[in-house]
């Protein structure tokens, strides 16, 4: 079991730049893979960015070269680093903790992101 609580939503411009941070809390936090979701308005809960327990990184197309995860194993956190916003990127954005051996998923709460053309 592990509590996820998200922080760093708000409202920015186009073009804007925006710092999401995760904290972790119950659990082993180095064995989870950990992500950001997001879910706009009207649409499917999609994956962002990933980072494995080894440091491995993967982006949707739609925000390559523009966000950046990172995780601090030491402060049990993760961190999603977006710049260039657009208002495409204007979403609800979930922090996920995946544990391999069980499958199981966690959640945060969300935090809102809006990005105004």
């Known amino acids: 079991q592990v509590q996820l609580v998200e922080s760093g939503g708000g409202l920015v411009q186009a073009g804007g730049s925006l710092r999401l941070s995760c904290a972790a809390s119950?659990?082993?936090?180095?064995?989870?893979?950990m992500g950001w979701y997001r879910q706009a308005l009207g649409m499917k809960r999609e994956s962002v960015a990933t980072?494995?327990?080894?440091?491995?990184?993967s982006y949707a197309d739609s925000v390559k070269g523009r966000f950046t995860i990172s995780r601090d194993n030491a402060k049990n956190t993760v961190d999603l680093l977006m710049n260039s916003l657009k208002p495409e990127d204007t979403a609800v954005y979930y922090c996920?903790?995946?544990?391999?051996?069980?499958?199981?998923?966690?959640w945060g709460q969300g935090t809102q992101v809006t990005v105004s053309a």
């Open positions: 996920n903790a995946f544990h391999p051996w069980s499958m199981r998923n966690y």
């Open positions: 119950g659990s082993t936090f180095s064995a989870y893979t």
């Open positions: 980072i494995s327990n080894g440091g491995s990184t």
